[in-house]
């Protein structure tokens, strides 16, 4: 999981049930994400300019949706940098663990959701990007 790179972090696209009453988008943990979903939790009332995220995780998978709007995800694994943009409700972008991320960007009336594998536990999180350059590369 340390080794893993930007490049292991991919858009997924999910499915996407129409009718003239608008669109239902389902996930479900192992059918069309790689993992099982333990929490769920969402971003909104961003104010405009404002950044989140600025940290990694050891163990966390995760899939970061645009609900509503757009933002962008900067993926980096110490080594590599990719901007990500999301912006459709039907696609996903999963976040394998030891991976450095800040989310900026945001739309007025944006909402992030995010799927992921465990509980809250800070312990699983890397908040500082030097320590997160030790731990990857040590
Ligand atoms: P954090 O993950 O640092 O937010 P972001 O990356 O979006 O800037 O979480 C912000 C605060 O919310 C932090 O004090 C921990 C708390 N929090 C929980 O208590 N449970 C959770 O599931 C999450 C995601 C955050």
């Known amino acids: 999981m340390k080794k893993n790179t930007v490049y292991d972090c991919v858009i997924l696209s999910l499915n996407k049930v129409q009718n003239r009453a608008g669109n239902i988008t389902i996930v479900e943990g192992r059918e069309n994400v790689p993992f099982d979903v333990k929490r769920i939790y969402y971003l909104y009332d961003i104010p405009g300019g404002e950044d989140r995220g600025g940290h990694a995780h050891k163990a966390l998978h995760q899939l970061v949706i645009a609900a509503s709007g757009s933002f962008d995800v900067l993926l980096n ?62």
Do not use: H
């Open 77 to 138: 694994d110490g080594m590599n940098k990719k901007v990500v943009t999301l912006n459709r409700p039907d696609y996903g972008l999963y976040i394998v663990p030891g991976i450095w991320r800040e989310l900026m960007e945001f739309s007025s009336g944006a909402i992030c959701l995010v799927l992921a594998s465990e509980v809250y536990d800070e312990e699983d999180y890397i908040r500082e990007y030097e320590l997160f350059k030790s731990y990857k590369f040590q």
